[in-house]
């Protein structure tokens, strides 16, 4: 396993880690769940991702009791959670967003689901403009110095958001976000290489990132390359907007340029998971790649993408760039 700094802090993320968006709490059991972290534990990950909103706060309940069961220390592992969306259906105005009041709430109800003490990392799952960025800043602060949370972040903000919150933090000596949950894969660039681009820069922000869906949703496995299979998550309840967007037009040409991927995939020897995982590691500017998984199997594979980050020369990078024909005016990972 590689380790890489969380931005310009001093902690190290293992390369790979494990989330637990859409498998936990609606696919896997505990003792499911502890084998597919197990297996990525074993190879090294040191990171592992939730938030209060999967499953409304199951994912958390199951990674909690796996975690107890696992044995493992606790200063061997970093877990986070997120605040925005609420842990309950149809939550009230005060049970969700980032009022000083559920952003508290919403962390110890983290802390009790996940059965820890404290929190490695907490994101603020979107930007809330009914909230005054003081008030955000401040009470994220408040929270480190309790020792409720190590490092707090941000996911899926705009560099704007993320300046207007150093600023904040400068301007009344808080603590600054550490670190960014983006989307980011073959197929959504353009805010993590060209919009984020000055940011990962230590002078600017030293921005850190936990990057998801690494493999678009799965359609980078190649798995739909033929339709939709029967047990795919398309067919999960809540997961509607996925099979639209899969079966839109655009949905149909990138499956088309994924069947031309898995040709250079083939070429490699290796498997479509595999290379846009490495594709993702390729960029310096990433910490972490967050992976998810139903299977052990399916660990096992993706972990083996760090192994394949080194034939990803220039010139597979650039038949690779040719197949996409989606990057925007800076370079991959530019400063």
């Given at each position: 396993?590689?380790?890489?700094?969380?931005?310009?802090?001093?902690?190290?993320?293992?390369?790979?880690?494990?989330?637990?968006?859409?498998?936990?709490?609606?696919?896997?059991?505990?003792?499911?769940?502890?084998?597919?972290?197990?297996?990525?534990?074993?190879?090294?990950?040191?990171?592992?991702?939730?938030?209060?909103?999967?499953?409304?706060?199951?994912?958390?309940?199951?990674?909690?009791?796996?975690?107890?069961?696992?044995?493992?220390?606790?200063?061997?592992?970093?877990?986070?959670?997120k605040v925005f969306g609420g842990?309950?259906?149809?939550?009230?105005?005060?049970?969700?967003?980032?009022?000083?009041?559920?952003?508290?709430?919403?962390?110890?109800?983290?802390?009790?689901?996940?059965?820890?003490?404290?929190?490695?990392?907490?994101?603020?799952?979107?930007?809330?403009?009914?909230?005054?960025?003081?008030?955000?800043?401040?009470?994220?602060?408040?929270?480190?110095?309790?020792?409720?949370?190590?490092?707090?972040?941000?996911?899926?903000?705009?560099?704007?958001?993320?300046?207007?919150?150093?600023?904040?933090?400068?301007?009344?000596?808080?603590?600054?976000?550490?670190?960014?949950?983006?989307?980011?894969?073959?197929?959504?660039?353009?805010?993590?290489?060209?919009?984020?681009?000055?940011?990962?820069?230590?002078?600017?922000?030293?921005?850190?990132?936990?990057?998801?869906?690494?493999?678009?949703?799965?359609?980078?496995?190649?798995?739909?390359?033929?339709?939709?299979?029967?047990?795919?998550?398309?067919?999960?309840?809540?997961?509607?907007?996925?099979?639209?967007?899969?079966?839109?037009?655009?949905?149909?040409?990138?499956?088309?340029?994924?069947?031309?991927?898995?040709?250079?995939?083939?070429?490699?020897?290796?498997?479509?998971?595999?290379?846009?995982?490495?594709?993702?590691?390729?960029?310096?500017?990433?910490?972490?790649?967050?992976?998810?998984?139903?299977?052990?199997?399916?660990?096992?594979?993706?972990?083996?993408?760090?192994?394949?980050?080194?034939?990803?020369?220039?010139?597979?990078?650039?038949?690779?760039?040719?197949?996409?024909?989606?990057?925007?005016?800076?370079?991959?990972?530019a400063n």
């Amino acid at each position: 396993m590689e380790y890489r700094r969380l931005g310009k802090s001093g902690l190290r993320v293992s390369a790979l880690s494990f989330g637990a968006w859409v498998t936990f709490g609606t696919q896997l059991n505990v003792d499911e769940a502890l084998a597919i972290m197990t297996a990525a534990y074993d190879r090294g990950c040191n990171f592992f991702d939730n938030a209060e909103v999967y499953a409304q706060g199951q994912a958390e309940t199951i990674m909690g009791e796996a975690l107890k069961k696992s044995g493992w220390r606790r200063d061997s592992y970093t877990v986070s959670s997120k605040v925005f969306g609420g842990s309950i259906p149809k939550p009230s105005p005060i049970q969700r967003g980032l009022s000083r009041k559920h952003i508290y709430e919403a962390c110890y109800q983290a802390i009790e689901r996940l059965q820890c003490d404290y929190l490695d990392l907490y994101f603020c799952h979107r930007p809330d403009q009914k909230v005054p960025m003081e008030e955000i800043v401040r009470t994220m602060t408040e929270l480190i110095q309790r020792g409720d949370v190590l490092y707090w972040g941000t996911s899926e903000w705009s560099a704007q958001e993320l300046m207007e919150a150093h600023s904040v933090a400068r301007q009344y000596g808080l603590i600054p976000p550490t670190m960014e949950q983006p989307e980011y894969n073959m197929f959504h660039r353009y805010r993590f290489e060209n919009e984020y681009a000055r940011l990962y820069n230590p002078d600017i922000l030293g921005l850190g990132t936990t990057i998801w869906s690494p493999l678009a949703s799965g359609l980078l496995t190649g798995k739909y390359n033929d339709g939709i299979p029967e047990d795919s998550r398309m067919n999960l309840p809540g997961y509607e907007w996925l099979r639209d967007m899969l079966t839109s037009e655009e949905g149909q040409k990138r499956v088309a340029k994924v069947k031309e991927l898995a040709k250079v995939a083939e070429e490699l020897n290796t498997s479509m998971p595999k290379m846009a995982l490495a594709w993702c590691l390729k960029n310096p500017n990433v910490s972490t790649v967050i992976t998810g998984a139903s299977k052990v199997s399916q660990v096992e594979e993706n972990f083996e993408a760090l192994d394949l980050v080194p034939q990803l020369t220039d010139d597979v990078m650039e038949t690779i760039e040719g197949i996409l024909d989606n990057k925007q005016t800076r370079l991959h990972g530019a400063n």
